[in-house]
T-cell receptor, first 115, second 114 residues
Framework: EAGVTQSPTHLIKTRGQQATLRCSPI?????VYWYQQALGLGLQFLLW???????NRGNFPPRFSGRQFPNYSSELNVNALELEDSALYLC??????????????FGPGTRLTVL | QQQVKQSPQSLIVQKGGISIINCAYE??????FPWYQQFPGKGPALLIA?????SEKKEGRFTISFNKSAKQFSLHIMDSQPGDSATYFC?????????????FGAGTRLAVHP
């Protein structure tokens, strides 16, 4: 069974530009989560999508947004990039809400560098 | 109340020894506690998880001990091997309440010396 896939592996942008990151969940999973792993700040929750709807978002500014497509894949958009947005962006997937165990499986991440 | 506190920050263990990593939480709504292992350049991999209705769960060399009254849980790695050298994260969430986002501890960098 294929795991969570993310693209691109690396992304280099300059300050003020926009970045788009993509994620494909494990087959059968309906929930997709985005986390930011910045140096020294650990893993911070960004967004949760399920069945095409945004279910929850973390303490990030509105320039971080995303969406989930009918095939459950997801896209994270970061507008007006700032230097401190440089981080590893991780996508995870799980079965839908209400399943109790909430086993989230992570992809390899996209390394975003903002110059 | 959302925090999960993890200790130690780093840990050095000799091959064959026991590695112990501790986590504490405040929010009693949490009802799911996973541990993840992350190697450099990779995404976190789910190791083992526990619900608060059990006090211990074992999978191979990995054991979670859970103390509900103290709001603490820990990961024990028995017979630690150099291949276990990685960063370990504890986490918590409340999926039964629809609170699926994982709150992570700060991580423990484990080095197992041969």
């Amino acid at each position: 069974e294929a795991g969570v896939t993310q693209s691109p592996t690396h992304l280099i942008k300059t300050r003020g530009q926009q970045a788009t990151l993509r994620c494909s969940p494990i087959s059968g999973h309906t929930s997709v989560y985005w986390y930011q792993q910045a140096l020294g700040l650990g893993l911070q929750f960004l967004l949760w999508y399920d069945e095409g709807e945004e279910r929850n978002r973390g303490n990030f500014p509105p320039r971080f947004s995303g969406r989930q497509f009918p095939n459950y894949s997801s896209e994270l958009n970061v507008n007006a990039l700032e230097l401190e947005d440089s981080a590893l962006y991780l996508c995870a997937s799980s079965g839908g809400p209400g399943q109790g165990r909430n086993e989230q499986f992570f992809g390899p991440g996209t390394r975003l560098t903002v110059l | 109340q959302q925090q999960v506190k993890q200790s130690p920050q780093s840990l050095i263990v000799q091959k064959g020894g026991i590695s112990i990593i501790n986590c504490a939480y405040e929010n009693t709504a949490f009802d799911y506690f996973p541990w993840y292992q992350q190697f450099p350049g990779k995404g976190p991999a789910l190791l083992i998880a526990i619900r608060p209705d059990v006090s211990e769960k074992k999978e191979g060399r990995f054991t979670i001990s859970f103390n509900k009254s103290a709001k603490q849980f820990s990961l024990h790695i028995m017979d630690s091997q150099p291949g276990d050298s990685a960063t370990y994260f504890c986490a918590a969430s409340a999926p039964l309440r629809g609170y699926n986002k994982l709150i992570f501890g700060a991580g423990t960098r484990l080095a197992v010396h041969p």
